[in-house]
């Protein structure tokens, strides 16, 4: 397999990195903590009765405000869903590194933001008890390395509940567009990240000093004006290097090739990209209705998933060192209430859903999804690294055949993924070589 060469400087980016040796010489290999600090409907459906009424965490903190019985729950889950097992665990595993997603309202008293209806921890976030403070603290405890993520801005910059609110426009197109127009949130967005920066700093004058990069923004809306997103970006940047010079990620916004453009001239250092790919959204990813068919586009998908290499490079060579931030064994979205609670399962039901449970235990399917997953760490290995979406999801998710699909935890149970990483039984770097053929299985 051949691949695009771009110069020394960023031949396998991973090894040039500041933090590599942090993580024994390797790239990324990390899983996301999602649902933790930002509350998504399918990870943890039955923290509460989630319902078009009820879709997102500026709905529950609005319901149930500080001091309610809902609240001590949110409480709960920020202090107990994660324990100090799961980081051993991760740590176990081979991992190296935690993807943390934060919402905008945990550090919005530190930077003079108003954040109603939003709830919080009664600590500040200097309290060294904070619980945002105590999860990075556990991951630190076994040689963790963290990115504190900002997933959810202002106004939302991209209307989905993984944002903390979740937009109600009849139209996708302008979701998020309110943060993208409304320069008020724009700057109340830097003034967080400017809180975050310090915060990171103030963790490691105590000793926690693991988390080795800020993301300025997780998935602004696809759909928005990119010149907007690169000029946030840019006075974000201006306004952190006047703290701190930690390591910075910016995200593509699901865009490509314009990112060789925007990035013409940017002036700055120590800044690198995060990506997400999927197979488990678009109509001709998830599209199938028999189990013919599924062998076929699970086939399919692998050798896309190779084919996302190029782009990768491409990313790496003419933008920014590039990871991928999220990515997932799905190939159908078939997980209850994925696209938000309430809303229907998928974008339109092809009958690929009634066959998950054949999956469950088979052996081919065990082997396609093992090397599904070295593929997509194959091509990612070969930039920054990658963190899977994610490591666990909560209580009402066991029965779900879809569950490996999206919680790392989960698939190394079923025995699709390694217990350890790497694993013995296949090289993830040779994991492209070989072409799948989908002669078998005509659909």
């Known amino acids: 397999m051949t691949k695009l060469y771009c110069g020394e400087d960023r031949e396998l980016p991973w090894q040039k990195t500041p933090w590599v040796q942090r993580i024994g010489n390797q790239p990324f290999r990390g899983v996301n903590t999602g649902g933790v600090f930002v509350l998504e409907p399918w990870i943890t459906p039955n923290f509460t009765d989630w319902s078009l009424t009820l879709p997102d965490q500026y709905t529950y903190s609005w319901q149930n405000p500080q001091g309610s019985p809902g609240y001590q729950s949110l409480v709960n889950h920020w202090t107990t869903w994660y324990t100090a097992q799961d980081f051993q665990q991760i740590a176990a595993a081979g991992l190296n590194s935690i993807r943390l997603p934060v919402g905008w309202w945990y550090f919005a008293p530190a930077a003079n933001v108003q954040y109603s209806p939003y709830t919080i921890p ?4 200097t309290d060294l008890t904070h619980p945002i403070t105590t999860f990075i603290k556990m991951a630190h405890d076994n040689n963790l390395v963290v990115i504190l993520d900002l997933h959810g801005a202002p106004s939302s910059q991209n209307g989905l509940d993984n944002s903390g609110v ?3 426009d009849p139209k996708p197109e302008r979701w998020g567009f309110q943060w993208f127009y409304d ?12 809180a975050m920066a ?5 963790l490691s004058a105590n000793g926690i000093d693991n988390v080795i990069a800020l993301e300025l923004l997780n998935e602004p809306w696809v759909f928005g004006d990119m ?3 690169r ?6 940047i201006i306004a952190i290097r006047q703290v701190s010079d930690i390591p910075i990620i910016i995200h593509d916004a699901f865009r490509h090739e314009e990112w060789d453009w ?3 001239n940017f002036p700055f250092k120590n800044i690198y990209m995060d990506t997400h790919i999927y197979h488990a959204f678009n109509a001709d990813d998830i599209a199938s209705s028999t189990p013919v068919c599924d062998h076929n586009k699970m086939i399919v998908a692998q050798n896309i998933a190779c084919g996302y290499g190029s782009m990768l490079r491409f990313k790496t060579c003419l933008g920014l060192p590039t990871f991928v931030g999220e990515w997932s064994l799905a190939i159908d979205d078939c997980i209850a209430i994925i696209r938000g609670a309430g809303k229907s399962v998928q974008t339109k039901d092809f009958g690929q859903c009634k066959n998950l449970q054949a999956r469950v235990g088979d052996p081919w399917w065990i082997q396609a999804y093992r090397k599904f997953a070295y593929k997509q760490m194959s091509m990612s290995e070969r930039e920054l690294g990658w963190f899977f979406w994610t490591w666990k999801t909560g209580p009402g998710t066991e029965s779900d055949p879809s569950t490996p699909y999206w919680s790392y935890s989960s698939a190394m149970k079923a025995g699709i993924l390694p217990t350890v990483l790497p694993s013995a039984n296949y090289n993830i770097t040779s994991a492209c070589f070989e072409f799948e053929s989908t002669d078998p299985y005509t659909c």
Not at 122 to 125: P, V
Not at 198 to 202: A, T, V
Request: aromatic share 12%; no cysteine; proline share 3%.
């Open 227 to 229: 010149s907007i997103i």
């Open 198 to 202: 310090k915060y990171i700093e103030f």
């Open 183 to 194: 320069p008020e949130a724009q700057q109340n967005t830097t003034l967080v990240l400017v």
């Open 122 to 125: 009664t600590q500040l976030i």
């Open 262 to 264: 925007l990035l013409t």
């Open 166 to 168: 979740r937009s109600n």
């Open 231 to 236: 000029d946030f970006y840019v006075r974000s």
